[in-house]
């Protein structure tokens, strides 16, 4: 294992990707220059690729796509078109963590995270010399880019003094306080630093963060972990992806560049090195999938307010209709009851906020009464956590759904812009 | 919930599919036969769908495949084409089941099964009436068949005697024995049914297992299931997939007819309704990845026997080389050292048996002490269950590898042929 103080291991030789010709040929040191301000090594053994020849015959527009990591402004991951899959993973830090090992830690995985999105192998695979364990653990050898997106998110208890940052962290920054509805797991919940890795194929997702699992094995050690799945639409036929519920799930989302830079870019904050960042909210929300299925399809829809089929509001006949929750029936009561779960969570009931939603679908298999264990890894962005806060307080205390799904896990991370090449994710935040 | 004396409400109307044209109009009755042995009922309720405009613009190729469920032969999900993705359930009967019920639910899986492989519904997501809850769950709603291969199996314990069924019990179809380094969890070991679902969308898998769990709720009761990914290669980049260890796994598979009608088909068996079906073997195998990411490349391919760039065994430089079991180094030592993984496994060295692996990776995230909790789901397609009770004692009692994997979980189950149309899977068993 490599440890802070040596080099990456990182290399940015140009054209080199992981779709080798497997020729089983090595070219050693093509020259690239360790990225990032950990690594004080020099070139290390890297891999000879090129393009297969028979590479993405069939779905190669999807998975030849690539996000760069640098220069971006802002982290992949957060308005980035959602990929199809995501391995979603917090950390804690070691007790002997120090401020330089956690810059250490950001550093390389800067690195790291700029390589992998590039559809290259952290490191070499197979060092020629063989003295050392390879850097790269290989399972995404071979492997397109994926349009995989690396997101590294810090936690509230970095800022607790044992780093010296806490002059800097940000005055809405705090952890999320008890909310209705809340049955939390100790084990779902919390963690100092958080990677969403989001890619088209699952093995690249996971292969991303092992590999930076295993690059800040000395500063920290994983937490809790999601693999989620089927929250993407290009390509699929779900142009809305669909939840485990069965109902479309994101129709009334973040879109705009304006909707952006109101709810989700943090501008004009009081910390420099938030500025262009966001907040990631993540809950682990388990479902009830077999109390669910019993329900009948008029109370289901009743509970989210839409159609099931076709996802439009209860008062409207296409999804994106605008919801009407002035409308009423013959009767006299609303169309879309107030308790639904649109009518809390609408833009127009919460003095016009809305949240980025980006979550994906996740089973841990049967629970140890044979019921599905399943539901929704909701992930949401916004520059300002009181707007979860306030949002999930009303749904958590007088969502219709509440009977059919409960709140497991729970985590917050502050997550700061893309950095410059040269340079490393938070790097502003100890300097 | 509908229950077995009721219509399947699956239904077959013509040009149907799951990916509508989301109007939101629903046509009723579009006069479907109910399929199978199951159904008392007429015709019940279903959508209104046609292709969607926007239907596959990015990989439609690959996903609006389908495979048809009857009359093929073989069941699905063995030679076909690996797909990206499988959820793999196995269930235990009620002690209420009787012969008839089982029929009735094998009746019941296999409608579902083949609607459900050509894109549809199971029955309706929506009832018009809305006076029951949707037979669909919907969540796969709008997607495209996605390959979809539903493949049924049934347990060994199915012939105890409960069900009349102990004379037609082939004489090789027996539990597993203890094998040379089961560690078996028994949250993960047997079942009297199994269903592996394999498609290109996990959604499209889960959705599959979810609605038959459903379907099948009065008989069966869901014992364990696994996720797995990361296996295919078809338009990944991945010739030959890759497993957690990084390597590649599945280079010399069965691949040929003439493999399959020797190693994995059943023929002139003594059972009549498994003329044309196999056995299927599935392992639950945890990785030990931290330990084996610490471990030299060279002390991993001499674990494995090949190279771990190239996938070539050590005695030769590509990797459909066929290993040289003889072939020394210039100390006299074996190039491929016989312990090792390929060396134990190899046809050549298990009197030319081979056995057709169709695994996935998996994760359950990360175990107590926060290790990576992955490894491989190895499913494997035989004639004759004794090839994979040797070769596994083989390997378990010597295999190098056996330091890095922990084999969980452990099953097996007889595959009976696919049905024609009109019947359903193991038919010929009850008549």
Redesign the interface.
């Known amino acids: ?1 490599t440890t802070p103080g040596e080099s990456t291991g990182i290399n940015e030789p140009k054209g080199v990707s ?3 010709l ?3 040929a ?1 070219v050693a040191g093509l020259g690239g220059a360790v990225v990032g301000a950990a690594g004080g090594g020099t070139a290390a053994w890297t ?1 000879a690729s090129s393009r ?1 020849a ?10 030849d796509r690539s996000h760069p990591f640098y220069g971006t402004g802002r982290q992949g991951g957060i308005s980035t078109e959602p990929q ?2 995501t ?1 979603f993973m917090t950390f804690r830090l070691a007790e002997a963590a120090s401020s330089t090992s956690v810059q250490t830690l950001l550093a390389r995985w800067s690195a790291a995270a700029a390589v992998m999105q590039d559809g290259r192998p952290v490191g070499t ?3 020629e010399d ?5 850097v ?9 880019p ?1 349009s995989l997106t690396v997101t590294i998110g810090l936690g509230p208890a970095l800022f607790d003094g044992r780093f010296g940052l806490a002059a800097h962290k940000p005055a809405a920054f705090t952890d999320l306080p008890t909310l209705n509805g809340d049955v939390l797991d100790p084990n779902f919940t919390g963690g100092e630093l958080s990677v969403q890795a989001c890619a088209d ?3 690249v997702c ?1 292969h991303a963060v ?1 590999n930076l ?2 690059l800040g ?1 000395s500063t920290v ?7 989620g ?2 929250r993407a639409s ?6 809305t992806p ?6 479309k799930d994101g129709t009334r989302n973040v879109e705009t560049d304006e909707q952006y830079d109101e709810f989700v870019w943090i501008m004009n904050g009081d910390q420099p090195w938030m500025e262009g960042g966001t907040y990631q909210v993540v809950r682990k929300i388990r479902m009830l ?2 109390t669910w ?6 109370n ?1 829809q009743q509970i989210i307010g839409r ?6 509001p209860l008062s409207g ?3 994106k209709d605008t919801p009407d929750f002035a409308l009423k029936s013959a009767t006299g009561d609303p169309v879309i009851d107030p308790l639904s779960h649109v009518a809390l969570a609408a833009r127009e009931n919460n003095d016009g906020v809305m949240i980025k939603r980006r979550g994906y ?1 996740y ?4 629970d140890p009464n ?3 264990n ?1 539901g929704l890894l909701f992930i949401s962005y916004q520059n300002d956590p009181q707007h979860f806060i306030r949002l999930q307080n009303r749904l958590g205390g007088h969502d219709l759904l509440n009977e059919y799904i409960r709140h497991v896990g729970s985590a917050i991370f502050a997550v700061p812009p893309a950095p410059e090449r040269g340079h490393y994710v938070a790097q502003g935040l100890f300097e």
């Open positions: 294992m992981r779709r080798g497997l020729s089983g090595l891999m297969a028979t590479a993405d015959d069939v779905d190669g527009v999807d998975l199809r899959h391995v695979v197979q060092p063989d003295v050392a364990p390879p790269d653990t290989g399972e995404a050898f071979g492997l397109s994926a194929d699952p093995q996971y092992r699992a295993r094995r050690s994983p937490f809790w972990a999601v693999l799945f089927g290009a390509g699929t036929g779900q142009e669909r939840n485990l519920l069965g109902f999938l077999e299925d019993t329900d009948r399809v008029g289901q159609h099931k089929e076709e996802g439009s006949r296409r999804e679908n089973t841990d298999g049967l044979g019921e599905l399943a």
